[in-house]
T-cell receptor, first 115, second 113 residues
Framework: DTGVSQDPRHKITKRGQNVTFRCDPI?????LYWYRQTLGQGPEFLTY????????KSRLLSDRFSAERPKGSFSTLEIQRTEQGDSAMYLC?????????????FGPGTRLTVL | EDKVVQSPLSLVVHEGDTVTLNCSYE??????LLWYKQEKKAPTFLFML????IEKKSGRLSSILDKKELFSILNITATQTGDSAIYLC?????????????FGKGTSLLVTP
């Protein structure tokens, strides 16, 4: 158990619905990342936060996706008007950025199925 | 375009065999290369490599990086069925690239009894 938790672990929704996922990073980790993983692929970067600031967004993150980290602790990822192509595992990772190398530790993921 | 390529994509071996997994990369602003093991859940961290030629070792697993030829290998000796997993290679890029990890597709390893 790396200490990163995600909720829910599984989500089934109908196309067009909105969904929200939550990630709780390892305590005191100041960086938090969201990735998406589809079958047979490695995780793909979506966005990352340093404390509460969202510093980088992938072009994979369409306007229907929004992420927040309001107090620099937990983060939420919302997908509006879900499409079948959004079906994937959404992984959260956190790290403690110091002068030396920081390692990203992953949570168990939220598996989204859009019907 | 940045890319990370792993080979082979899948591998089946018998318990006790030694395996070598490959990862080559072409990225801008290279910072480090990481190996993760993924079973049916979160990727778990194995190694971070930043310098060429220095082997990292943990039990039966070892890894080395060649920054001149832009590749890394992950070796597993005396494989066990519990080593069955997907092994992911990722390259971390520097601050200018947002510290994101750029993953390969992974190598799916199956160790049979």
């Amino acid at each position: 158990d790396t200490g990163v938790s995600q909720d829910p672990r599984h989500k089934i929704t109908k196309r067009g619905q909105n969904v929200t996922f939550r990630c709780d990073p390892i305590s005191e980790h100041n960086r938090l990342y969201w990735y998406r993983q589809t079958l047979g692929q490695g995780p793909e970067f979506l966005t990352y936060f340093q404390n509460e600031a969202q510093l980088e967004k992938s072009r994979l993150l369409s306007d229907r996706f929004s992420a927040e980290r309001p107090k620099g602790s937990f983060s939420t990822l919302e997908i509006q008007r879900t499409e079948q192509g959004d079906s994937a595992m959404y992984l959260c990772a956190s790290s403690l950025a110091l002068v030396a190398r920081d390692t990203q530790y992953f949570g168990p993921g939220t598996r989204l199925t859009v019907l | 375009e940045d890319k990370v390529v792993q080979s082979p994509l899948s591998l089946v071996v018998h318990e006790g065999d030694t395996v070598t997994l490959n990862c080559s990369y072409e990225v801008t602003n290279f910072r480090s290369l990481l190996w993760y093991k993924q079973e049916k859940k979160a990727p778990t961290f194995l190694f971070m490599l930043t310098s060429s030629g220095i082997e990292k070792k943990s039990g039966r697993l070892s890894s080395i990086l060649d920054k001149k030829e832009l590749f890394s290998i992950l070796n597993i000796t005396a494989t066990q069925t519990g080593d069955s997993a997907i092994y992911l290679c990722a390259v971390e890029q520097s601050e200018n690239s947002g510290y994101a990890l750029n993953f390969g597709k992974g190598t799916s390893l199956l160790v049979t009894p």
